[in-house]
């Protein structure tokens, strides 16, 4: 099954940049889409944001469109998540996320990363 490892978080000031990487090992067919999903303390686990491997086609969740940016390397099997004009309201553990298809809903991924935090300070 494929394995998901996340770098690039850290603590940023509100309207700073971060960007998130999820290299993945062991992918197969069915591994069409990566997305990133967040957690903040208290809160459910919510989409943030896809991508599919072949066309590269994208998917937002309205609270980060405009603002995050998802793409990919397939040379590289790693995916991107490039967060601008952060705010307090992100800060959250972020998870990489092998999914079965391009989907917000969390019953199609199959394998998640270890997640990595992100803090946003006013």
């Known amino acids: 099954q494929v394995q998901l490892i996340e770098s690039g978080g850290g603590l940023v000031q509100a309207g700073g940049s971060l960007r998130l990487s999820c290299a993945a090992s062991g992918r197969t067919f069915t591994d069409r889409a990566m997305g990133w999903f967040r957690q903040a303390p208290g809160k459910e686990r919510e989409f943030v944001a896809a991508?599919?491997?072949?066309?590269?086609?994208?998917y937002y969740a309205d609270s980060v469109k405009g603002r995050f940016t998802i793409s990919k390397d397939n040379a590289k099997n790693t995916v991107y998540l490039q967060m601008n004009s952060l705010k307090p309201e992100d800060t959250a553990v972020y998870y990489c996320?092998?999914?079965?298809?391009?989907?917000?809903?969390?019953?199609?991924?199959?394998?998640w990363g270890q997640g990595t935090q992100v803090t946003v300070s006013s």
């Open positions: 991508i599919t491997w072949s066309a590269g086609t994208t």
């Open positions: 996320a092998a999914s079965a298809r391009l989907s917000d809903d969390k019953n199609y991924v199959k394998n």
